[in-house]
């Protein structure tokens, strides 16, 4: 079951910042918010992630709430090659320890020219 | 430095025959995954692969089932196939170290 939700979709104008939002409010304390993208039906991406600091890469920023209940994933200067899904993902742990990625249906993401 | 590669890209099969899917993890990555994603829906977890071994599975029947061989590579076999079984199947490769995943270009099968 997903422990993520996110808006279905939403537009953003060519240049400007996409800023997409994910609530994840029964998130643990030792597990990781990441965030993919899935460019129509190839293999995901992955953009970034992070556990209670924002974080910053090549592609994108990670501002992630003081309380760790949501997080928001920023493109700064969005593209038409941006046009996606974008999946917020929590890393749970299973029985024995092991690690799991739990994905739920994402935002699609279209960026308008 | 070669990425997560999938054979075959598209398979069509029909119903009740048996299916295996390929994987070869990125260069220096050890752990193998697998998901099914359904048209519309996110990727759904099948099974990881560490050491050759089955490391944790989803609420996939064992119909699924899966290998690693040595070289770290992978497959995915499904038998008795269903209508139901049509998607992409996803493979993501990662480090024991770390849980960043990176997936390849799925292979599209449909059951007809």
């Known amino acids: 079951d997903a422990k993520t939700t996110q808006p279905p979709s939403m537009d953003c104008a060519e240049g400007r910042a996409a800023n997409l939002p994910c609530n994840h409010s029964t998130i643990s304390g030792n597990e990781y918010v990441y965030w993919y993208r899935q460019i129509h039906s190839q293999g995901p991406q992955y953009i970034i992630h992070g556990l209670k600091n924002n974080e910053t890469n090549e592609m994108a920023s990670l501002i992630i709430t003081e309380d760790r209940k949501s997080s928001t994933l920023i493109l700064p200067h969005a593209t038409l090659r941006d046009t996606a899904v974008y999946y917020c993902?929590?890393?749970?742990?299973?029985?024995?320890?092991?690690?799991?990625?739990?994905w739920g249906l994402g935002t699609s993401l279209a960026v308008n020219p | 430095d070669a990425g997560v590669t999938q054979s075959p890209t598209h398979l069509i099969k029909t119903r009740g025959q048996q299916v295996t899917l390929r994987c070869s993890p990125k260069s220096g990555h050890d752990t193998v995954s697998w998901y099914q994603q359904a048209l519309g829906q996110g990727p759904q977890f099948i099974f990881q692969y560490y050491e050759e071994e089955e490391r944790q599975r989803g609420n996939f029947p064992d119909r699924f089932s899966g290998h690693q061989f040595p070289n770290y590579s992978s497959e995915l076999n499904v038998n008795a196939l269903l209508l139901g079984d049509s998607a992409l199947y996803l493979c993501a490769s990662s480090g024991i170290a770390t849980d960043t995943q990176y997936f390849g270009p799925g292979t599209r099968l449909t059951v007809l």
């Open positions: 993902i929590v890393r749970v742990y299973n029985a024995g320890n092991n690690r799991k990625l739990i």
